[in-house]
């Protein structure tokens, strides 16, 4: 795994599209799949989910969030249907009184499912995957769960 340094994050409305950040996951990405455990087949589980025909959750995001994509792609991967509300975060959308009473620290990504709000994008994976079990985010295996943990941790 490659050595990670970890972004010191400003209140910068792009700092989740900074350059350096970009290539450091990709590193990581591409050391990450040379060397990582085989996982189930996602795909087939996630159609699977979809046909359930689950409900909707409602998903406050922004297109160039690094923390929103990777909870819109364990709803996609989930086959749960969400309502997206973007918000333009370079034009301060998040500071609007509306949005800063459903998330007080003024970020992207907020959740709502049901009568349950959730902010922090680990956290709201974690959920999602307590929730809506299958198909699971994580591998079964120790070693590889951890693995994925830390490429989730990667900002
Ligand atoms: N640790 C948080 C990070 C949330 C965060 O910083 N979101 C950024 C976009 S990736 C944001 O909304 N920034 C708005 C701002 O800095 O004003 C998470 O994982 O949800």
């Avoid at 406050?60 to 709803?75: D, G, K, M, N, P």
């Avoid at 509306?98 to 974690?126: C, H, R, W």
Wanted: proline share 5%.
């Amino acid at each position: 795994m490659v050595a990670v340094q970890v972004a010191t994050r400003g209140r910068g409305a792009a700092d989740c599209a900074e350059r350096h950040v970009a290539e450091v996951v990709k590193r990581a990405w591409s050391s990450a799949w040379s060397s990582a455990p085989t996982s189930s087949n996602y795909a087939q589980t996630s159609a699977t989910a979809a046909l359930q025909g689950r409900g909707s959750v409602k998903l406050y995001t922004y297109y160039r969030s690094q923390a929103s994509f990777r909870v819109r792609i364990a709803l996609n991967l989930k086959g749960l249907a969400h309502d997206d509300t973007f918000l333009h975060l370079e034009k301060g959308d998040q500071f609007a009184a509306e949005y800063k009473a459903l998330n007080p620290q003024m970020v992207v990504p907020t959740l709502i499912d049901g009568d349950v709000k959730l902010f922090q994008s680990l956290a709201i994976l974690e959920y999602l995957d307590e929730k809506y079990p299958e198909p699971p985010l994580l591998p079964a295996d120790a070693a590889a769960r951890a693995w994925v943990r830390g490429l989730a941790l990667i900002t």
